[in-house]
């Protein structure tokens, strides 16, 4: 298994909105978040499996990604504060199989919630 | 005369075209250093793009758009993603985002709402397929 832990800070939701293109409010106004009913600002889920998937380019190379899924299971308030959300990324690949196909097992998690999981297949 | 008609079954294979658009080593890096990751792979004039780097060009606004359906985004909660790739997008890729309405099912005041975009380039190789899967509320009568 391999890990990793990002905070994830009110910084990174501004960079990563602007990269991708992703401007809902509920990722950068506390007022528009709590609207609809959260504690906070959240954390874009697609940002969650970014970082995810670093795990998996860091294993096997980019090009070697065949296909990735990822469900967002839970929201991630993320506090305007130094530390932010503690992300905390997990990987475990599977062995080849016939095809020469590993299969990577995402888990992200804020304290004890699965707050995210997927799945990507990388050729060997 | 047309009626809306709130989102259902009926618009499964309703498709939208969007315009080309250039993959650029700029954005590669911005999206590479907005996750943190400093792969030389995603630097350069030869840049590749990480795997989820195809959602900025797979946005599903397209639909959410379309006054037709009634949706809202305020409303639509993003179930979960996948992506398929036949190699990694680059810089230079002119792609064609066509998104599809795939799924629609409705229980009560709420859709779950299945969207696939492909990511084709202007020569016609597929690149990579993007699905959404949306989770919808319809917006509560007065």
Do not use: W
Not at chain 1, 78 to 96: I, R
Not at chain 1, 104 to 122: H, I, N, P, Q
Not at chain 2, 98 to 126: F, N, P, Q, W, Y
Request: charged letters at 25%.
């Amino acid at each position: 298994m391999t890990t990793l832990t990002i905070p994830l800070t009110r910084e990174k939701l501004v960079r990563y909105a602007g990269a991708s293109g992703d401007f809902n409010p509920i990722h950068y106004s506390d007022h528009f978040a709590r609207k609809l009913g959260q504690e906070s600002v959240i954390g874009h889920g697609m940002l969650t499996m970014g970082l995810a998937m670093r795990l998996v380019t860091d294993f096997a190379a980019p090009e070697k990604v065949r296909s990735c899924r990822f469900r967002f299971k839970r929201p991630v308030p993320v506090p305007d504060d130094a530390e932010g959300a503690a992300l905390h990324l997990e990987l475990e690949a599977s062995d080849p199989d016939d095809m020469g196909v590993i299969t990577c097992s995402l888990t992200a998690r804020v304290g004890d919630d699965v707050v995210g999981s997927g799945k990507a297949e990388v050729v060997a | 005369m047309l009626v809306a008609m709130p989102i259902s079954t009926e618009h499964v294979g309703r498709r939208y075209l969007a315009e080309p658009i250039t993959v650029t080593a700029q954005k590669i890096q911005e999206f590479a250093d907005a996750l943190g990751d400093p792969n030389p792979a995603y630097r350069g004039p030869d840049a590749i793009a990480p795997p989820t780097f195809a959602i900025t060009l797979a946005s599903f606004e397209a639909v959410l758009d379309d006054p037709e359906l009634e949706l809202a985004l305020a409303r639509t909660i993003h179930m979960d993603q996948s992506f398929e790739h036949a190699r990694p997008l680059r810089a230079g890729d002119v792609v064609v985002p066509v998104a599809s309405i795939e799924k629609v099912r409705s229980r009560g005041a709420t859709d779950m709402i299945t969207v696939a975009i492909t990511l084709d380039t202007v020569d016609g190789e597929h690149v990579a397929t993007a699905t959404a899967n949306l989770f919808h509320s319809r917006e509560e009568d007065a």
